[in-house]
């Protein structure tokens, strides 16, 4: 190739060869301008450009970059490419700009690989080269995959999608890595990728933290990989967690009911977990993109039961909003309603709501323009319905209404073996909330937990394990503090660590005793603060005033 074909093929790029005397001895491509041979003929700027290596090369109608170099008897001077912005910013204001770039190639803490266009190794750096067992210069040429273990530099330069602070396996190691495309006018001309190599502590203190992120990200995977292959609701079904024979007897009926556009009677003890069934009925149902609306039947007042079941309309009475106010059976409309502690509703109120299941027209307080509602009814109790029914305290055509189908949730002591399940689901979700890291829990926990009374159920063993939380150590959860948490339950249920657990002598006593405990312990936790301790112990306001005797 001749010297004017080379000018032509290289009008980006340039070189010059200058004498120790400032006399231009060889000029090819940017170089042949007069201009830039005067400028590296010029002592003062080729001293200047030497101490620096990279300098800025400005014209009125040119930019370039020019690395100066000594060589035997002169200097020479490469030219760049017209450089973008951020890159002449760069090299004009820092004058250690080559420095900066020879630590970046060769540090031994923050590695780098380069890819061209075809995925073939175009730089790697020598701690990556030590690492590799490589030769200086062995790998270069090559494809970066017969390289670099487990590497998607190859996929980057695919999809031209960054990959920022994911998790590579190299050799029997893992490191935090970040994958870039490399772009020039829009063009994706090749893909950088960098890796943080740490001293033994920090990768020991790495490797901890990454095994904990890849707990959570297989969590993930299995959570993703069920909403995809399954109905996304049928998550829901996990939130009632355990495996015992009783607790998936009450999934597969879910599973059964759920689709059936019929009332659903769930009976249960306290923290049985009725509402997380009521959520998993409606998710699983053709209604799961309308609303589940959950009414506390047990705290509606009798002078607000209409307003609040029904709603009412712009000032029909002293203190009602200015717009009015849609009811919950309205709210409801072609989802569900949730009438939670609905055996503890008063007659009249049981009268009022047997007419809207009948009939499923409402009428706002104060309005003349009767609506009809579609919504799929589900109740939840304590009591015992029929027993109540007998002694005229529930009506009996209304618990026809409800309960086409009856859900039994089993008490905590009937599904003991979920214990330790329900550990570690709740140790978890605990320490998320006060974000802390997740205790290990000794296995005598479950053992010790396994041996004692609940007769406050799955609430009670999840208020237990928070006192408890309290007072683990060193990232350990032991029987101890559970010790130090004080009173596993109330007095009259407080476990004979030597004998095993008491029976109480009267339930309701103990339950009652149980619930005036928890509430304290509410109130206090929130400086009583009864807003906040209701919704923490997952009541209404109402009926927590009306066990304060307010």
């Known amino acids: 190739m001749g010297r004017t074909e080379f000018a032509t093929a290289s009008s980006h ?65 490469l030219l760049s490419d017209e450089p973008g912005e951020n890159v002449l ?45 490589l030769r200086a210069g062995e790998g270069l040429g090559r494809p970066v995959r017969d390289v670099i273990e487990n590497t ?65 990200v297989e969590t993930y995977k299995k959570h993703t990989k069920e909403i995809t292959q399954t109905d996304k609701s049928e998550s829901f079904l996990d939130a009632i967690i355990g495996k015992s024979p009783a607790i998936q007897s009450v999934r597969q009926q879910i599973r059964k009911i759920a689709p059936l556009d019929i009332p659903v009677l769930i009976q249960g003890e306290s ?5 997380l069934v009521a959520r998993a009925l409606h998710m699983l149902s053709a209604r799961q993109d309308a609303r589940l609306v959950t009414v506390n039947a047990a705290a509606l007042p009798e002078s607000l039961v209409e307003s609040e079941l029904f709603g009412y309309e712009a000032g029909s009475f002293t203190g009602a909003a200015k717009k009015g106010k849609a ?43 009767p609506k009809h509602v579609d919504f799929r009814l589900c109740s939840a109790t304590n009591r015992d319905l029929e027993a109540f029914v007998d002694q005229g305290k529930f009506r009996l055509d209304l618990f026809y209404r409800i309960s086409p189908i009856v859900i039994r949730l089993p008490t905590l002591e009937e599904r003991i073996e979920d214990i330790p399940l329900l550990v570690n689901h709740f140790v978890r979700e605990i320490a998320e909330h006060h974000n802390r890291t997740v205790p290990e829990v000794d296995i005598d926990v479950t053992h010790y937990l396994m041996d004692q009374s ?59 005793d149980l619930e005036q405990k928890l509430i304290a312990d509410a109130l206090a936790r929130f400086n009583g603060n009864k807003k906040k301790a209701a919704e923490y112990l997952g009541v209404s306001r109402s009926y927590l005033y009306t066990k304060l005797d307010l």
């Open 13 to 77: 790029v340039g070189v010059a060869i200058v004498g120790t005397d400032g006399q231009v001895l060889a000029a090819l491509g940017k170089a042949e301008d007069p201009r830039i041979q005067a400028m590296v003929s010029d002592e003062d700027w080729i001293a200047q450009a030497r101490e620096k290596r990279i300098v800025p090369m400005l014209f009125a109608d040119a930019k370039c970059i020019a690395h100066v170099a000594p060589v035997s008897g002169g200097y020479i001077v």
């Open 89 to 133: 910013n760069f090299v004009l204001n820092v004058d250690f700009a080559y420095d900066i770039i020879e630590h970046i190639l060769t540090d031994p803490y923050d590695a780098m690989a380069v890819v061209d266009a075809k995925a073939k190794l175009a730089y790697i750096s020598p701690v990556h080269e030590k690492f590799f067992g």
């Open 152 to 216: 998607r530099l190859h996929h980057v330069l695919k999809t031209g999608i960054a990959e920022v602070g994911q998790i590579q396996k190299m050799g029997s190691r893992e490191r935090v890595v970040s994958r870039h495309p490399i772009r020039r006018n829009e063009a994706i001309v090749g893909a950088i990728g960098r890796v943080m190599f740490k001293g033994p502590q920090q990768v020991q203190a790495m490797a901890r933290r990454i095994n904990v992120l890849e707990a959570e």
């Open 271 to 275: 923290g049985t977990g009725k509402e």
């Open 327 to 369: 009811g919950k059976f309205e709210m409801a409309d072609k989802g569900t309603i949730f009438l939670d502690e609905i055996g503890d509703m008063p007659l009249d109120v049981q009268s009022k709501l047997l007419r809207v299941l009948q009939d499923r027209v409402v009428e706002r307080v104060g309005g003349d323009k």
């Open 454 to 512: 609940w007769p406050g159920n799955i609430r009670q063993l999840r208020h237990i394990l928070e006192r408890a939380f309290v007072f683990a150590e060193e990232g350990r959860l032991s029987v101890r503090d559970f010790e130090n948490g004080g009173a596993m339950m109330g007095e009259g249920d407080k476990p004979d660590l030597q004998g095993g657990p008491r029976t109480p002598s009267k339930l309701k006593g103990a339950l009652d």
